[in-house]
């Protein structure tokens, strides 16, 4: 028997906000190993210390050059090797990215921490999150010829197949759904990564991890999934669990886990 790891990943839609709800008090009554959160909209030295009592080995967060924007951080207590906010994908410094590496069991590990750029606001941005996605996954390809095994947690900001999304025909058009986003994830699959929700849920549906703020939509559950837990394909055998902490409230999205054993 190998010792069991819980990953959670959850885009808080601004931390500071998060703190003032105590929406993240949660966090002391589970044993989580590494929490990655994103959309913090804070800079490095603005994150609460209050947000939960536990008192995690290693923070690292991330920051966007514009203030009130984007950022990414990561609470572990796993011993990290390695640490960096990526550059080389996140060109325009916007906070997106926490990449750390550790070791687990015999596994050399590279764990991602992302909030992928969002398409919506205007035809320049979609192009823009079109070549982070490559960027990123190209990234991740070299990482693995180098012998690491990945996985990638965090808000994609695109909802993969009809049954990630409530409305799926009325979106069809909308950045987030459109067919460019959708085969971006199907060329990253392809490239030997696994949605874990799938390969522990199977194709269930209406289970989402974001709602726009409008029209009731969380409470009709008229949502996307486009939070995700990724892995690379030689990690499969070691996940144990993979869900959605839909009943968590806070921001527009939810929490996300995934449980490992190495």
Known sequence: MGKLYKFISWNVNGIRAVDKKEALKWVDENDIHLLGVQETKSMKNQIPKTIFNKEFKKIMASESKIKGRSGTAIFTDIETTFECTCPSVDILD???INEVHFNLGDK???????????GQSKE???????????RFLNHCENLKKDGKSIIVCGDVNTAHTEI?????????????FLQ??????????????????????????????????RA????????????????????????KDAYILDNIEGSDHCPIGLEMEF
Request: proline share 2%; net charge negative.
């Open 216 to 239: 009731n939509a969380r409470a009709n559950n008229v949502g996307w999934r486009i939070d995700y837990f990724y892995i690379s394909s030689d990690l499969k055998d070691y996940v």
């Open 108 to 118: 050399n590990i590279a764990f991602f921490n992302v909030y992928f750029p969002n």
């Open 124 to 134: 320049e941005r979609l192009d823009y999150k079109m070549e982070f996605y490559d």
């Open 94 to 96: 916007e906070g997106r």
């Open 164 to 176: 990630d999304i409530a409305r799926p025909k009325a979106n069809e058009n909308t950045s987030g």
């Open 180 to 213: 460019m986003e959708r085969d971006w994830i199907t060329k990253f699959l392809s490239h030997g990564y696994i949605d874990t929700f799938r390969l522990i849920n199977g194709d269930i549906k209406d289970k989402y991890s974001w709602w726009s703020y």
